[in-house]
């Protein structure tokens, strides 16, 4: 398939259906607005394809975003397009965890059933394993306040002004966030860049540019480049509309305060 100069091999319908196969309202759309169908198309090609990012990696995006607008039938389409470009398993387990903490446990729970039905049933651990410091066998995980602070402070730059807030009121909630986000932003196997990229376009979906440039910054500092940071979040076009562009766009812009590319 080539685009460009305002022609394509293939029809605007055919193109949406590689990312969308089971649009029974296409059809309708084509007919009354087959312009408007070219430019879903396009944007649709650049989600399929590799580019910047990997095919694959978009489908998982897609899907993470499809957990967030409760699609369960879409959920299972991107995750199944993400395993047959060869996503590993291990990196989509640890997507949903930065799901979890972006979205909460509906998303997630979604994405997770997804997860299985398209690499099959997960494999048991074994239970609970044994691991140092913590009552019956239970790893144990230090957190306070001034860790937390620490934690922020290199993340950020600063201490954010919501971040002392919870600290000051509720303890125990800021090491719980601490905890949560250290584990869920750095220590999945899904890789750091990818991650952020991840919460990118769920942030881009949900229309929040103050998310997206705090994962921007992110996504920057891990080896991002502009061009993967625009990738991630176009993939929420077709799901949230023209307008997660916007935000998308600022986020990104704001985000060049931080160098892009290999450190």
């Not at 590993?88 to 972006?102: N, T």
């Not at 229309?207 to 080896?223: E, N, P």
Request: hydrophobic fraction near 45%.
């Amino acid at each position: 398939m080539t685009v460009g100069s305002g022609t394509t091999e293939m029809s605007g319908s055919r193109r949406v259906a590689e990312l969308l196969p089971d649009a029974g309202w296409l059809p309708r759309l084509a007919g009354s607005a087959p312009k408007f169908v070219e430019g879903l198309a396009r944007v649709s090609d650049v989600i399929v394809a590799d580019g910047a990012l990997p095919a694959g990696l978009k489908a998982m995006f897609a899907a993470a975003i499809c957990a967030v607008k409760r699609d369960e039938p879409l959920v299972g389409h991107f995750l199944a397009a993400a395993a047959r470009a060869g996503v590993p398993r291990e990196h989509v387990e640890g997507a949903s965890v930065g799901l979890l903490i972006s979205r909460g446990v509906v998303p997630h729970g979604l994405f997770v059933a997804g997860t299985d039905q398209a690499y099959g049933p997960a494999r048991s651990d074994g239970g609970p394993g044994g691991s140092d410091g913590g009552p019956g066998g239970e790893p144990a995980f230090d957190a306070d306040v001034p860790g937390a602070y620490a934690y922020f402070q290199e993340y950020f730059g600063f201490v954010p002004d919501y971040v002392e807030l919870l600290g000051e009121r509720a303890a125990k909630g800021l090491e719980g966030y601490f905890l949560m986000r250290e584990s869920s932003l750095g220590e999945t196997p899904l890789p750091a860049r990818d991650m952020e990229l991840l919460l990118c376009a769920v942030n881009a979906a949900e229309y929040q540019s103050r998310f997206v440039a705090i994962h921007a910054r992110g996504a920057r500092r891990a080896g991002a480049t502009e061009e993967q940071l625009v990738e991630a979040a176009l993939t929420a076009m077709p799901f949230a509309g023209v307008a997660s562009w916007l935000p998308a766009a600022q986020g990104v812009i704001d985000s060049r305060d931080v160098p892009s590319g290999p450190q």
